[in-house]
Protein backbone atom coordinates (compact mmCIF):
# COMPACT_ATOMS: atom_id res chain seq x y z
CA UNK A 1 0.00 0.00 0.00
CA UNK A 2 1.37 3.48 -0.37
CA UNK A 3 2.07 6.22 1.52
CA UNK A 4 0.07 9.26 1.64
CA UNK A 5 0.71 12.57 3.25
CA UNK A 6 -1.61 14.31 5.16
CA UNK A 7 -2.32 17.40 8.01
CA UNK A 8 -2.44 16.24 11.28
CA UNK A 9 -3.25 17.94 14.25
CA UNK A 10 -0.07 19.01 16.58
CA UNK A 11 -1.07 17.17 18.94
CA UNK A 12 -1.07 13.45 16.63
CA UNK A 13 2.26 14.66 15.09
CA UNK A 14 3.70 14.87 18.27
CA UNK A 15 2.47 11.72 19.51
CA UNK A 16 3.33 10.01 16.20
CA UNK A 17 7.06 11.47 16.59
CA UNK A 18 7.40 10.37 20.20
CA UNK A 19 6.38 7.06 19.64
CA UNK A 20 8.74 6.55 16.56
CA UNK A 21 11.31 8.49 18.78
CA UNK A 22 10.92 5.28 21.64
CA UNK A 23 10.33 2.41 19.07
CA UNK A 24 13.14 3.16 16.41
CA UNK A 25 16.56 4.44 16.90
CA UNK A 26 16.94 5.75 13.69
CA UNK A 27 14.65 8.31 14.25
CA UNK A 28 15.94 8.70 17.55
CA UNK A 29 19.07 9.44 16.81
CA UNK A 30 18.50 11.86 13.75
CA UNK A 31 15.07 13.38 14.92
CA UNK A 32 14.34 16.23 16.83
CA UNK A 33 12.04 15.79 19.84
CA UNK A 34 8.97 16.55 20.16
CA UNK A 35 9.46 19.03 23.15
CA UNK A 36 12.34 20.70 21.00
CA UNK A 37 9.33 20.99 17.88
CA UNK A 38 6.40 22.19 20.64
CA UNK A 39 8.81 25.00 22.30
CA UNK A 40 9.82 26.37 18.97
CA UNK A 41 6.30 26.38 17.91
CA UNK A 42 4.60 27.65 20.98
CA UNK A 43 7.70 30.81 20.97
CA UNK A 44 6.76 31.60 17.45
CA UNK A 45 3.03 31.56 18.25
CA UNK A 46 3.31 33.86 21.21
CA UNK A 47 5.74 36.53 18.49
CA UNK A 48 2.97 36.11 16.35
CA UNK A 49 0.04 36.78 19.10
CA UNK A 50 2.08 38.74 21.64
CA UNK A 51 -1.03 40.11 23.36
CA UNK A 52 -2.14 36.48 23.38
CA UNK A 53 -1.29 35.03 26.99
CA UNK A 54 -1.33 31.66 28.24
CA UNK A 55 -2.61 29.86 25.09
CA UNK A 56 -1.65 26.02 24.22
CA UNK A 57 -1.95 24.14 21.43
CA UNK A 58 -5.29 22.45 22.72
CA UNK A 59 -7.11 25.72 23.71
CA UNK A 60 -10.42 24.76 22.20
CA UNK A 61 -13.04 27.67 23.22
CA UNK A 62 -13.75 31.68 21.84
CA UNK A 63 -11.05 33.79 20.35
CA UNK A 64 -7.73 31.92 21.26
CA UNK A 65 -9.46 28.91 19.19
CA UNK A 66 -9.24 31.05 15.77
CA UNK A 67 -6.02 32.18 16.59
CA UNK A 68 -4.25 29.41 17.68
CA UNK A 69 -6.31 27.60 13.78
CA UNK A 70 -5.28 31.12 12.02
CA UNK A 71 -1.43 30.11 13.46
CA UNK A 72 -1.38 26.62 12.18
CA UNK A 73 -2.80 27.21 8.96
CA UNK A 74 -0.90 29.94 7.94
CA UNK A 75 2.45 29.54 9.99
CA UNK A 76 3.19 25.89 11.26
CA UNK A 77 2.33 22.75 9.69
CA UNK A 78 2.24 19.47 10.66
CA UNK A 79 2.29 16.53 8.28
CA UNK A 80 2.13 12.71 8.68
CA UNK A 81 3.24 10.40 6.34
CA UNK A 82 0.29 7.33 6.39
CA UNK A 83 0.43 3.76 4.98
CA UNK A 84 -3.54 3.04 5.39
CA UNK A 85 -3.86 3.49 9.73
CA UNK A 86 0.11 3.20 10.15
CA UNK A 87 1.87 5.99 10.52
CA UNK A 88 5.10 6.07 8.77
CA UNK A 89 6.69 9.49 8.92
CA UNK A 90 6.38 12.89 9.30
CA UNK A 91 7.68 16.78 9.24
CA UNK A 92 6.66 19.92 10.72
CA UNK A 93 7.10 23.23 8.64
CA UNK A 94 7.21 26.34 11.04
CA UNK A 95 7.70 29.70 8.85
CA UNK A 96 9.98 27.91 6.64
CA UNK A 97 11.82 25.79 8.87
CA UNK A 98 12.00 22.21 8.77
CA UNK A 99 11.53 20.51 11.71
CA UNK A 100 11.15 16.73 12.79
CA UNK A 101 11.12 14.93 9.03
CA UNK A 102 11.34 11.44 9.80
CA UNK A 103 10.01 7.82 8.06
CA UNK A 104 10.19 4.48 9.31
CA UNK A 105 10.54 3.33 5.64
CA UNK A 106 13.72 3.56 3.74
CA UNK A 107 13.56 6.26 0.55
CA UNK A 108 10.76 8.12 1.20
CA UNK A 109 12.61 11.42 2.10
CA UNK A 110 12.62 12.73 -1.03
CA UNK A 111 8.91 12.68 -1.34
CA UNK A 112 8.26 13.58 2.10
CA UNK A 113 11.26 16.55 1.41
CA UNK A 114 9.24 17.53 -1.83
CA UNK A 115 6.20 18.41 0.31
CA UNK A 116 7.90 19.82 2.83
CA UNK A 117 9.43 22.40 0.08
CA UNK A 118 5.82 22.83 -1.36
CA UNK A 119 5.40 24.14 2.17
CA UNK A 120 7.81 26.84 2.01
CA UNK A 121 10.26 25.19 3.66
CA UNK A 122 13.85 26.87 2.90
CA UNK A 123 15.88 25.80 6.07
CA UNK A 124 16.73 23.53 8.79
CA UNK A 125 19.17 21.88 10.76
CA UNK A 126 20.40 17.96 11.59
CA UNK A 127 23.40 15.73 12.69
CA UNK A 128 26.00 14.78 10.14
CA UNK A 129 24.62 11.77 9.32
CA UNK A 130 25.78 10.65 5.64
CA UNK A 131 22.51 9.90 4.28
CA UNK A 132 20.88 13.37 5.19
CA UNK A 133 23.83 14.60 3.86
CA UNK A 134 22.69 13.69 0.31
CA UNK A 135 19.50 14.05 0.63
CA UNK A 136 19.46 17.69 1.78
CA UNK A 137 22.25 18.44 -0.98
CA UNK A 138 20.40 16.83 -3.99
CA UNK A 139 17.16 19.15 -2.66
CA UNK A 140 19.34 22.55 -2.97
CA UNK A 141 19.92 22.94 0.34
CA UNK A 142 23.70 24.25 1.12
CA UNK A 143 25.58 24.53 4.41
CA UNK A 144 25.53 27.31 5.90
CA UNK A 145 27.04 26.53 9.74
CA UNK A 146 28.79 23.30 11.21
CA UNK A 147 29.23 23.22 15.14
CA UNK A 148 30.39 20.62 17.31
CA UNK A 149 27.74 18.16 18.92
CA UNK A 150 27.61 19.10 22.85
CA UNK A 151 27.78 15.09 23.19
CA UNK A 152 31.36 14.12 22.75
CA UNK A 153 31.61 11.31 20.47
CA UNK A 154 28.17 12.02 18.18
CA UNK A 155 27.75 13.80 14.86
CA UNK A 156 28.11 17.50 14.18
CA UNK A 157 24.93 19.51 13.92
CA UNK A 158 24.96 21.14 10.26
CA UNK A 159 22.37 23.55 9.43
CA UNK A 160 21.31 24.38 5.78
CA UNK A 161 19.75 26.71 3.63
CA UNK A 162 18.05 25.96 0.39
CA UNK A 163 19.81 27.76 -1.93
CA UNK A 164 19.03 31.16 -3.34
CA UNK A 165 17.84 31.04 -7.64
CA UNK A 166 19.72 33.90 -9.59
Known amino acids: MPQVIV???PEKFMH????ARRTDTRVSASCSTEGSIMLKAGQEFHRTYPQTLAVTLSTRTGQHKRKVQEFHDRYCHYRLAMEGNTVRGGFCVLRGELMGLWNTQRGKGNWM???????GADRLDH???PALN???????????LREPNHTAGQPDVIWRRLKEEN
Open 7 to 9: KVT
Open 16 to 19: ALNF
Open 113 to 119: LADALSL
Open 127 to 129: FDI
Open 134 to 144: ELYQRHGFREV
